[in-house]
């Protein structure tokens, strides 16, 4: 047992001296002049006045591409950071850093210390480890830090200003907090000054989104929505302006709980819908520039920041119009009419067609009614079909279109279809045009006038009953009436759709399409018929009365 203890004294009694020796390094830690003596390895042995050689690292002595930058014999600076198996421990590096630390600090002036701008590289206990662009180091406190994330703030730069420099440690404490509540508290100043300002300021563009930008004004940074650049409406910012342009702006609000400053460049521009509201009224005509082109119409640029809208049913006469860029193009001037201003609620519409001649006074001035012309069909309805002809539209009503009542335009024709019609109305008042197709074909009335005359006796189905008489279909799309008083002595109640009757042509009207029938006129045919016979059966000639006297 005496010997494990004796063992344990001896163990003890070396682990005392190691630590002593070591703190005897820590506490005589300077700066000294160190002679290589030798390179071998990993390791270079210094000279540095003491019992034994200081060990430093090949890697204190070689560049970025680690080429040695000294050789054996030469003389350099060092710091001694600990011992190891009794050889102190050295760094040229720090001894270098340490140098420049103390340059620093031998030319600090706490008066004009300004910001430096430093990067962090290490992170400790107290706070982090900072050099900047000299190879300074720089101590900044974790309280003095103003970092809300701690964990990666390794490799990060900011802006710093010394609070403390120690020459016995030489040390150079710096805090990132200061500057940061110096900002607060400049910005809450310039904030105050600004936020109920109402005259006119000038900005300068920090940074531009899609949805607006970032102005500083005084130290504060305001945002003008895209809807607040121009009296045109929202405009895409990066079309007007770049990063560094200055502008004037106007206040308009001010957020205390997002603490977010809105700014307005058009508020700082006089208004141009104010100059135009008495300057322009409904029917002049302006020239503008085609700014930008939409499916459903184009904007066109007044030249004072206003922006009129064109429909594109105002581009054309013509109703079909596909596409606007078929007629004007994004850059081009031209001339416009104006046919709506509002200027309290920012809108000008305009049209380019009303400037246009218009295409029904054209088609008056080369066509009359009766006139048969080729047209394309443009639309096809349950009442008929529109045809184009020429820069106009005229309709081809379903009865227009053919004398079988049964036929139908949508059943006839498709869009794109080619036909030749006659125009049989134009009308001025509702510039509207009326076509037939059936006109230039001969009706079936005039067919059937062609082998029937007034009096003869015909036969048909009663197609339909009213209060006003029968309608009686004879075949081949011919269509006839008895009315009331022409059915004699038939009872109307006891007639039915469907039924065969008989009568005679009272009337035929071949230009209106018409023909009419009497039962009455029939019967009385058929009296006079039978009259004629007896009167035959009844007749004596002179020859017969000369004979009966001779006899």
């Given amino acids: 047992m005496a010997v494990n203890k004796n063992v344990q004294i001896e ?10 020796l070591e703190e005897s390094f820590k506490k005589t830690e300077e700066d000294s002049d160190g002679v290589i003596v030798d390179i071998k390895g990993e390791e270079v042995s210094v000279n540095v006045g003491k019992k034994s050689e200081g060990i430093l690292n090949i890697s204190e002595i070689t560049d970025a591409d680690g080429n040695l930058m000294y050789k054996v014999g030469d003389t350099i600076k060092v710091a001694i950071t600990g011992s190891r198996s009794g050889r102190p421990v050295l760094s040229h ?16 002036d ?80 310039a904030l105050s000054s600004i936020v ?24 504060v940074d305001g945002l003008v929505h895209y809807s607040e650049i121009s009296y045109k409406g929202p405009v895409n910012p990066n079309s007007l302006y770049k990063e560094g342009d200055k502008v004037p702006v106007k206040v308009i ?97 305009v049209s380019l067609k009303n400037l246009l001649p218009k295409p029904f006074d054209e088609f008056k001035a080369k066509f009359k009614e009766g006139d048969v012309v080729k047209g394309v069909i443009t639309t096809v309805t349950t009442f008929g079909a529109f045809v184009r002809i020429d820069c106009v539209e005229g309709l081809l009503h379903n009865e227009d279109a053919s004398w079988d009542r049964n036929n139908k335009c949508k059943d006839m024709f498709k869009v794109g279809d080619e036909l030749e019609v006659k125009i049989i109305k134009i009308d001025d008042a509702e510039q509207k045009i009326s076509l037939s197709l059936k006109d230039l074909v001969k009706s079936p009335v005039e067919e059937f006038a062609s082998k029937f005359n007034i009096g003869d006796i015909v036969k048909g189905t009663i197609r339909d009953i009213k209060d006003f008489g029968v309608f009686v279909e004879l075949g081949n799309n011919v269509d006839a009436l008895i009315r009331k008083e022409d059915l004699g002595s038939v009872d109307s109640d006891t007639l039915k759709i469907g039924d065969e009757i008989e009568a005679a042509i009272a009337f035929i009207d071949e230009k209106k399409n018409r023909i009419r029938l009497s039962i009455r006129r029939l019967a009385k045919q058929k009296e006079r018929e039978v009259l004629n016979e007896i009167n035959d059966d009844d007749k004596i000639t002179l020859g017969d009365i000369i004979k009966e006297q001779l006899q």
């Fill in 11 to 20: 163990a003890n009694e070396e682990e005392d001296f190691a630590a002593m």
């Fill in 93 to 108: 590096k720090k001894a270098l850093r340490k140098e420049k630390v103390k340059a620093f600090i031998d030319s600090f």
């Fill in 110 to 189: 706490p008066e004009n210390s300004g910001e430096i701008d430093v990067k962090i590289i290490n992170k400790n206990k107290g706070g982090f480890i900072a050099v900047d662009a000299n190879g300074i180091e720089f101590f900044l406190p974790k309280t003095q830090s103003g970092f809300k994330n701690t964990n990666d703030v390794v490799g990060k730069s900011c802006k710093v200003r010394v609070i403390k420099v120690d020459k016995d440690e030489q040390s150079i404490v710096v805090s990132r907090k200061k500057i940061l509540d110096d900002e607060r508290r400049k910005r809450k100043e």
């Fill in 196 to 219: 109920d300002n109402t005259d006119v300021l000038e900005g300068t563009i920090k940074k531009i989104t899609t949805y607006g930008m970032f102005v500083d004004v005084g130290g």
């Fill in 253 to 349: 609000s001010y957020d205390n709980e997002k603490r977010h400053l809105s700014l307005s460049i058009k508020a700082a521009m006089p208004n141009p819908w104010e100059e135009i509201k008495d300057g322009l009224e409904v029917g002049d005509t302006i020239k503008v520039i085609v700014s930008n082109i939409e499916p459903y119409g184009a904007f066109v640029d007044l030249g004072n920041d206003i922006e009129g809208f064109l429909h594109i049913s105002e581009i054309s006469w013509d109703k079909n119009i596909k596409n606007p860029k078929d007629h004007i193009s994004e850059g081009e001037e031209i001339d416009v009419e104006v046919i709506e201003i509002d200027a309290k609620g920012h809108r000008l519409r």
